[in-house]
């Protein structure tokens, strides 16, 4: 079942802009995944966060987390009309076992040009 | 890194037949998972492929509905059995390990229409 939930479900703002994605989850996890999905096609990785780390960059890209209230967010800098896309928040369970990822509701991003 | 090839892409089906969807893999990899997407929707984990041995499905999937092969560490099959319109979504094959704190390969999906 869906554990995350994602603020703003959809977002829009103009090229050059910061956009800020948040999720929510409930359980203890592992590590925590940042994809992007383009009009419904394959997800492509970002960016994991482990459960011990509170802040990670990669580029335009910055992650934060804080375990202690279970949220994530996902900070995008300077961005363009390629960065239109869904992005969904995905969390893998503690315990090293063999469970697939658990994905939140997602944010549907649009870079006005 | 792997590179995740799925097939078909697409496919139109009328309701109450069947459609196996193939996912390969380009290197040996412990874990592969089907995720079905409903549209508009975010991916729900169907289950976990597993080689040798039956999958294991997560609640609210069955394997008379989705029955999963993977006869060995690069392949793996899904098939969407009698199929209604409540079916048509998006299935994406994956492959990885993430909560060995690693990333997960995604194929590109097949998008099902079911008419």
């Known amino acids: 079942s869906q554990q995350g939930e994602e603020d703003p479900q959809a977002l829009s703002i103009q090229e050059g802009e910061n956009a800020t994605m948040n999720c929510s989850y409930k359980t203890s996890i592992n590590n925590l995944q940042w994809y992007r999905q383009n009009s419904g096609r394959g997800l492509v990785h970002l960016i994991l966060?482990?459960?011990?780390?509170r802040e990670k960059h990669s580029g335009r890209l910055r992650v934060t987390l804080d375990t202690s209230k279970k949220s994530s967010s996902l900070l995008i800098t300077a961005s363009r009309a390629a960065d239109t896309a869904s992005y969904f928040c995905?969390?893998?369970?503690?315990?090293?076992?063999?469970?697939?990822?658990?994905f939140g509701k997602g944010t549907h991003l649009i870079i006005q040009p | 890194s792997a590179v995740i090839s799925q097939k078909p892409s697409r496919d139109i089906c009328q309701r109450g037949t069947s459609l196996t969807i193939q996912c390969q893999v380009d290197s040996q990899v412990t874990m592969m998972f089907w995720y079905r997407q409903q549209p508009g929707q975010s991916l729900t984990l169907i289950a976990t492929a597993n080689q040798g041995s039956e999958a294991t499905y997560e609640s609210g999937f069955v394997i008379d509905k989705f029955p999963i092969s993977r006869p060995n560490l690069t392949f793996s099959t899904l098939t969407v059995s009698n199929m209604s319109p409540e079916d048509s979504s998006i299935y994406l094959c994956?492959?990885?390990?993430?909560?060995?704190?690693?990333?997960?390969?995604f194929g590109q999906g097949t998008r099902l229409t079911v008419v």
């Open positions: 995905a969390t893998a369970p503690s315990g090293g076992g063999a469970d697939g990822l658990t």
């Open positions: 966060i482990r459960s011990n780390e």
């Open positions: 994956s492959a990885g390990r993430p909560s060995l704190v690693t990333e997960a390969f």
